[in-house]
């Protein structure tokens, strides 16, 4: 089966602070995503990357970027943190090809709260 | 631009009770559709996926959906609810998700 973790499923940061998501996959996929999930809204594509060091904006990419060094490791950081970004986010990664054809497989989130 | 529009934001149903959750995608050229189940504090999972071919999927838990392409609609059905159905369901054409539906078990 396919695995996705994600480093903490609670986290509570201050504004301001710099903070760091990580979110590794164990069955080598090529792309990698993360969304943030908020009621009413669904997800929203916040970056993806499709190869190591390699990355796209998704539709929601400002106040984040990413770090992708390895294949396995997919990071999300938020350069100063805002109460505006408090949410759950989700990380998911798929196989090679097309990067709309594939079901993603999602880790099981990191609720972030901003104080 | 693609969207995905869900109708309903939540949808309350009896216990073996049918249920339908409402999809409907922005017409492309080619789409990649998916229905996705999140449990209470879970990611999410896949139910089922259209790609091409028959219109009728069939996935995991005794859901269904049906492509219809003149209608622009993906709807996800089940014959017969449980209350281990209760959870936010997502629908997706690839990258875009729906807001999702909150499906409520009432016994």
């Known amino acids: 089966d396919v695995k996705v973790t994600q480093s903490s499923r609670y986290l509570v940061k201050r504004t301001g602070e710099k903070v760091f998501l990580e979110c590794v996959q164990d069955?080598?996929?090529?792309?990698m995503f993360w969304y943030r999930q908020d009621p009413g809204l669904g997800l929203r594509l916040i970056y993806f990357?499709?190869?190591?060091?390699?990355?796209e904006k998704g539709d929601i990419p400002e106040g984040y970027s990413v770090s992708r060094e390895k294949k396995e490791r997919f990071s999300l950081i938020l350069e100063s943190a805002s109460t505006n970004q408090t949410s759950m986010y989700l990380c998911?990664?798929?196989?090679?090809?097309?990067?709309?054809?594939?079901?993603?497989?999602f880790g099981p989130g990191t609720r972030l709260t901003v104080l | 631009a693609q969207s995905v529009t869900q109708l309903d934001s939540q949808v309350p149903v009896f216990e073996e009770a049918p249920v339908e959750l409402r999809c409907n995608y922005s017409?492309?050229?080619?789409?990649?559709l998916f229905w996705y189940v999140q449990y209470p504090n879970q990611g999410l999972q896949l139910l089922l996926k259209y790609l091409s071919g028959s219109t009728l999927v069939k996935g995991i838990n005794g859901f269904e959906a049906e492509f219809n392409k003149s209608q622009t609609s993906f709807h996800l059905r089940k014959p017969s609810v449980h209350i281990s159905d209760t959870a936010e369901y997502f629908c997706?054409?690839?990258?875009?998700f729906g807001k999702g539906t909150h499906l409520i078990i009432q016994p």
């Open positions: 990357s499709y190869d190591v060091k390699m990355k």
């Open positions: 069955m080598d996929h090529e792309n």
């Open positions: 017409s492309s050229v080619s789409v990649y």
């Open positions: 998911a990664s798929t196989p090679s090809g097309g990067l709309r054809g594939d079901e993603q497989f």
């Open positions: 997706a054409d690839g990258l875009t």
